[in-house]
């Protein structure tokens, strides 16, 4: 007897992508130090195919203040694409993107400015 068989099963799915330990390293100093401060509360850690999220909350009912996202690149892309590896975002706002997460991290030391209207 033969049996029908699907190739779709047998492929390959993506991989997950993941947070290496410096860069968790980095995120979670800079988690720390927010709380610390009083700024932060909780954090959520998101394994997609397409991007490796981190998640920043003031509280855990609220959506996030900042989603820190690693991007995955594709193989029709091209390696000097506009978008960058690591994007940061606010409430559907992009923030800083970039190549390196160190660098887009930097977004979060800049000083805060009072904005009166």
């Given at each position: 007897?033969?049996?029908?068989?699907?190739?779709?099963?047998?492929?390959?799915?993506?991989?997950?992508?993941?947070?290496?330990?410096?860069?968790?390293?980095?995120?979670?100093?800079?988690?720390?130090?927010?709380?610390?401060?009083?700024?932060?509360?909780?954090?959520?850690?998101?394994?997609?195919?397409?991007?490796?999220?981190?998640?920043?909350?003031?509280?855990?009912?609220?959506h996030?203040?900042?989603?820190?996202?690693?991007?995955?690149?594709?193989?029709?892309?091209?390696?000097?694409?506009?978008?960058?590896?690591?994007?940061?975002?606010?409430?559907?706002?992009?923030?800083?993107?970039?190549h390196?997460?160190?660098?887009?991290?930097?977004?979060?030391?800049?000083?805060?400015?009072?904005?009166?209207?």
């Amino acid at each position: 007897m033969s049996s029908v068989v699907r190739i779709t099963d047998y492929r390959r799915k993506p991989p997950y992508l993941h947070f290496t330990r410096v860069e968790l390293n980095l995120l979670l100093g800079l988690y720390a130090t927010r709380v610390s401060r009083g700024e932060w509360r909780d954090y959520a850690i998101n394994s997609g195919t397409d991007a490796a999220s981190f998640m920043v909350f003031r509280r855990s009912q609220e959506h996030p203040l900042f989603t820190i996202s690693k991007l995955a690149m594709r193989k029709g892309q091209p390696k000097t694409a506009k978008r960058g590896q690591y994007v940061v975002t606010s409430q559907q706002r992009r923030l800083s993107q970039g190549h390196s997460l160190h660098d887009v991290l930097a977004v979060f030391d800049r000083p805060m400015k009072l904005i009166s209207s």
